[in-house]
Nanobody, 115 residues
Framework: EQLVESGGGLVQPGASLRLSCQASGFNFSHYVVSWYRETPDKGREMVTFINGLQGNDYYADSVKGRFIISRDYLKNTVYLQMNSLKPEDTAMYLC?????????WGQGTQVTVSS
């Protein structure tokens, strides 16, 4: 049972990236799947989540209107579409899947926004 993130990279301000979080060994459909980001100075913050059972989602104010979380049930994958990226979006992005006693984290994918 694991999560694997991908899709990070170095981009210029204003660019877009799509991150992927693929689960193996378990089914995402009953989990709350979240994206967090982490930097040395700000620590870890929740960016967004999607609730597999209720279908609702949440976005931090800092990314609202720019980031979109979505899921592909067939591929057992959750995506984070990031648009209009800013230098302050630079961070290690981590995926989390939570369902009561089960709590999985991926290793993260680095996003760097710089001109």
């Amino acid at each position: 049972e694991q999560l694997v993130e991908s899709g990070g990279g170095l981009v210029q301000p204003g660019a877009s990236l799509r991150l992927s979080c693929q689960a193996s060994g378990f089914n995402f459909s009953h989990y709350v799947v979240s994206w967090y980001r982490e930097t040395p100075d700000k620590g870890r913050e929740m960016v967004t989540f999607i609730n597999g059972l209720q279908g609702n989602d949440y976005y931090a104010d800092s990314v609202k209107g720019r980031f979109i979380i979505s899921r592909d049930y067939l591929k057992n994958t959750v995506y984070l579409q990031m648009n209009s990226l800013k230098p302050e979006d630079t961070a290690m992005y981590l995926c989390n899947a939570y369902a009561g006693a089960k709590d999985f984290w991926g290793q993260g994918t680095q996003v760097t926004v710089s001109s």
